[in-house]
């Protein structure tokens, strides 16, 4: 079945780039929304934007101004990048796949997660 | 931005018992909703979709309903591994939002 595996930096500098990449195996990353969502510690969820495997982007307006999403078919990779960060970007990083058609269909599959901390 | 509201934020239950999660949006989603489950320490994993589609290989004591802006997760008899978060989250319209979050826990 298909699994997402989070990978990069567990610690990031106050105003550097945020970087992670969400492995995708056991099957293709065409046709399907990706996305990436994070959760402070003991806090809810947050939806960061989503990428569909095409390129075509949508980003929570909260976060846009420092926000990129990119995806690699060829690699069955899909990137996040948030530049600027502060403490308050500090959370888990969750990317999952998105199954939208003529309903929602939900997040369906999701990484393990991994931790960033932003800290000098 | 439409907000979802969760209530109770918590609740304590005891095994056995049904247990309803009430999820409102401030505005009509229609039926673009979904409901996760969250433990400690892991993922959130797909319980519902379209409000009220079981995903595949969940336990039929989850249940969900609702249209608009009324929603309902239920949980016909707790098991012990139910214990957990459990999040509502529209897609009706960007920015996508989830609730805050119901916690069951054991009585």
């Known amino acids: 079945q298909v699994q997402l595996q989070e990978s990069g930096p567990g610690l990031v500098k106050p105003s550097e780039t945020l970087s992670l990449t969400c492995t995708v195996s056991g099957g293709s990353i065409s046709s399907y929304y990706w996305t990436w969502i994070r959760q402070p510690a003991g806090k809810g969820l947050e939806w960061i934007g989503r990428i569909y495997s095409s390129g075509s982007t949508n980003y929570n307006p909260s976060l846009k101004s420092r926000v990129t999403m990119s995806v690699d078919t060829s690699k069955n990779q899909f990137s996040l990048k948030l530049s600027s960060v502060t403490a308050a970007d500090t959370a888990v990083y969750y990317c999952?796949?998105?199954?939208?058609?003529?309903?929602?269909?939900?997040?369906?599959?999701w990484g393990q997660g991994t931790t960033v901390t932003v800290s000098s | 931005d439409i907000q979802m509201t969760q209530s109770p934020s918590s609740v304590s239950a005891s095994v056995g018992d049904r247990v309803t999660i009430t999820c409102r949006a401030s505005?009509?989603?229609?039926?673009?909703l979904a409901w996760y489950q969250q433990k400690p320490g892991k993922a959130p994993k797909l319980l519902i979709y379209?409000?009220?589609s079981l995903q595949s290989g969940v336990p039929s004591r989850f249940s969900g309903s609702g249209s608009g802006t009324d929603f309902t997760l239920t949980i016909s008899s707790l098991q012990p591994e139910d214990f957990a978060t459990y999040y509502c989250q529209q897609a009706n319209s960007f920015p996508l939002t989830f609730g805050g979050g119901t916690k069951v826990e054991i009585k």
């Open positions: 505005q009509g989603i229609s039926s673009w």
């Open positions: 999952a796949r998105e199954r939208v058609g003529d309903h929602y269909y939900g997040m369906e599959v």
């Open positions: 379209i409000a009220s």
